[in-house]
């Protein structure tokens, strides 16, 4: 039960999270290089065309190139998980919570004290829930980490509840 948080406050439904399932969610990112890579915006069409095209121009010039089976693809995938650190998206759970109108910060609350956030700024909160392929049960459940990276060395942690203000 100590693992479960809560989403409440100004919100048309309760949230009630579970971090130990987030390991089967197709959500989840990979801690170690999120906040590495920049994100850019692009047009998707162009970025497929230009992929086939590669594609096309590489079979061309050596040949079809087989995938590799989906047994090493899940060999690999059971290995990440076994290894990695992992976070899950906030916007998603703050979404079907569906926080009124007049809300406009977010409180995380620890073990010891509250943190405040904007509810603009908490749509990008990532929330980790493993690290080296282990869940946080010393401090966790989960670590709130900003979206821009700013707290990725000193994240909030001890976290019990989130509520919309």
């Known amino acids: 039960m100590e ?3 809560l989403l409440t406050g100004k919100v048309k439904y309760t949230i009630t999270l579970d971090p130990t399932v987030w390991i089967f ?18 047009n998707e069409l162009e970025e497929y065309t230009k992929s086939i095209s590669k594609h ?3 079979e061309i010039m050596e040949g079809a190139v087989y995938p590799p089976t989906l047994k090493t693809e899940k060999k690999y995938e059971k ?3 076994l290894t990695g650190s992992f976070g899950i998206p906030f916007q998603p759970f703050l979404k079907n919570a569906e926080p009124d109108d007049n809300a406009d910060t977010l409180v995380i ?3 010891t004290s509250e943190f ?8 990008d909160i990532i929330l ?9 049960n010393e401090d966790g ?25």
């Open 109 to 111: 609350k620890t073990t």
């Open 25 to 42: 969610d197709d959500r989840k990112i990979d801690l170690n290089t999120y906040f590495s890579t920049t994100s850019e915006h692009s």
């Open 141 to 165: 459940p989960v670590h709130v980490y900003f979206g821009d990276g700013s707290n990725q060395q000193n994240p909030i942690k001890n976290v019990r509840e989130f509520i919309v203000k």
């Open 3 to 5: 693992n479960i948080l």
């Open 56 to 58: 096309w121009d590489r």
């Open 128 to 136: 980790g829930f493993s690290e080296i392929g282990k869940p946080l």
């Open 116 to 123: 405040e956030v904007a509810l603009e700024t908490a749509r």
């Open 79 to 81: 290995e990440k998980v």
